[in-house]
């Protein structure tokens, strides 16, 4: 019977004839073998007689072959472990040539590693991701479940633009080299696959509120697409979100479902795998001590989830955040590249003055000018300002981004118009309006976003498995 090492390794059961099977991540002296099977980062330690084993056997067991041990499994005489695996049997189930393998057992740098990616899982610190990335998704299904929300697949390829912003992945069947014109001249999408021009979605948005309509409380997890040319450590074309929409719920309600979210999500992955914090924990406090002091976090990556766990997050208005950055003395001192002023969107620079250096904590900024927010958030009393709000965390930015939506259809129909967003198209959306329209709310959790906070990886390219970005879409 195979058993997984994360198993064996709690020493419960000693003295037992077990089978494992993995990766040879190093043999040394013909005799010890560190055994690791992706459970956990931590190996099992499995020993060779190598007088009575195949020499042609022996001669096999190199870097990352995949090999099943049948033997003894033993309290541990060496320090370090506590069992460890006298192994009867070897067999070899996949040979990997240790000179040509790109993957040595050393460190490297985590951008030759991306450019290994199909290999990279195989490393300590992509074994931790993607554990608490898994977990992440099992905690955000599990907190909504226990809520009674309802999980609804949004459609990946969609004729809208959810967020207005022209960012969209054309689907299309039509022959590139021989488009189809109408007598305009321009592109004939009624002879293309759905007979009219469509997109990979950019958000589940707005199918989530006509769901919301009627099973009051639900929320998306699928992946979105987005084709603004951003190289930078946290923007993907392609990543997953997840859109809980609540009627009833007004913008305090969202920010506390946002909020009890994050914690609980967080919680749940750090009691899952303790291990994989302590290790992502220690290797970003390494990989602080290279930066020159003035340039490092002020926490550790555990000190700062447990206190985002324990404090309540700040919650202001744009107009006070925007009041703030003027007082700063970052902006009296000129430091930030941007301008600050009443309606401008803030720039990265101005989210993480309010949020590292100011308020030390994450931040729910809420009421953002109009003009620099979707066509479907609610619009407030002032004429200016709309129900928006942003989370911002620690060393992230913007982790999600929500609002309550205008639920009255003749303040929805001016605006879109206003935005140049067709109304007769988008006649669905607007008959939720017409046919017991209600007050409701709703926002997007960047999932990658979240996998970077709790990890402490300071690329999100490094948080999925394999990052769609500008001029790369490799494996
Ligand atoms: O702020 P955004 O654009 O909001 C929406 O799409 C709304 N429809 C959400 C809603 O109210 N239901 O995106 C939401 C979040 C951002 O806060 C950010 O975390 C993440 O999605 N995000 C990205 N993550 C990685 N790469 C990108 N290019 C991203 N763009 C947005
Ligand atoms: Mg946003």
Known sequence: MRIEIAELLKGEKTDIEITVMGWVRTFRNNQFIALNDGSTNHNLQVVVDFN???????????????????????????????????????EILGDSDAEKYPLQPKKHSLEFLREIAHLRFRTNTFGSVFRLR???????????????????????????????????FRVTTLDLNKLPKTEQGDTDFSQDFFGRSSN????????????????????????????????????????????????????????DLAEDMLKYVIRYAMEKHPDDIDFLDARLAEEEKQKPTNER???????????????????????????????????????????????????????????????????????????IKAFYMRQNEDGKTVAAMDILAPGIGEIIGGSQREERLD????????????????????????????????????????????????????VIPFPRTPKNCEF
């Not at 923007?235 to 997953?240: R, S």
């Not at 970052?330 to 309606?343: I, M």
Request: proline content about 3%.
């Open 52 to 90: 009575a084993m195949d020499e042609t056997i022996l001669k096999r067991i190199t870097t990352s072959a995949c090999i099943s041990v049948s033997g003894k499994l033993i309290k541990s005489q060496g320090k370090g472990q506590t069992v460890e695996l006298v192994a009867d049997t070897v």
């Open 134 to 168: 898994n977990a992440l998704i099992f905690g955000i299904h599990k907190f909504f479940q226990e809520q009674n929300f309802l999980n609804i697949h949004s459609p990946i390829i969609s004729a809208s633009d959810a967020e207005g912003a022209g960012e969209m």
């Open 200 to 255: 990979l979605t950019v958000s589940g948005q707005l199918e989530a509120e006509l769901a919301a309509m009627a099973f009051t409380k639900v929320y998306t997890f699928g992946p979105t697409f987005r084709a603004e040319n951003s190289n930078t450590a946290r923007h993907l074309a392609e990543f997953w979100m997840i859109e809980p929409e609540v009627a009833f719920n007004d913008l305090k309600d969202n920010a």
């Open 411 to 462: 303040k929805l129909e001016q605006r879109m118009q206003e935005m140049h967003i067709p109304t007769e198209e988008m006649y669905w959306y607007l008959d939720t309006r017409r046919f017991g329209t209600c007050k409701h709310a709703g926002f997007g959790l960047g999932f990658e976003r979240l996998v970077q906070f709790v990890t402490g990886m300071g690329n999100i390219r490094d």
């Open 297 to 371: 976090a002020e926490f550790g990556l555990k000190e700062k989830l447990n206190f985002m766990l324990e404090n309540n997050f700040e919650r202001v208005t744009y107009t006070e955040a925007i009041e703030i950055l003027l007082q700063s003395p970052a902006y009296k001192k000129k430091k930030f590249q941007y301008e600050v002023n009443w309606g401008i969107d803030m720039q990265s620079e101005h989210e993480r003055y309010l949020v590292e250096k100011h308020f030390k904590k994450p931040v729910i900024v809420t009421d953002y000018p109009k003009d």
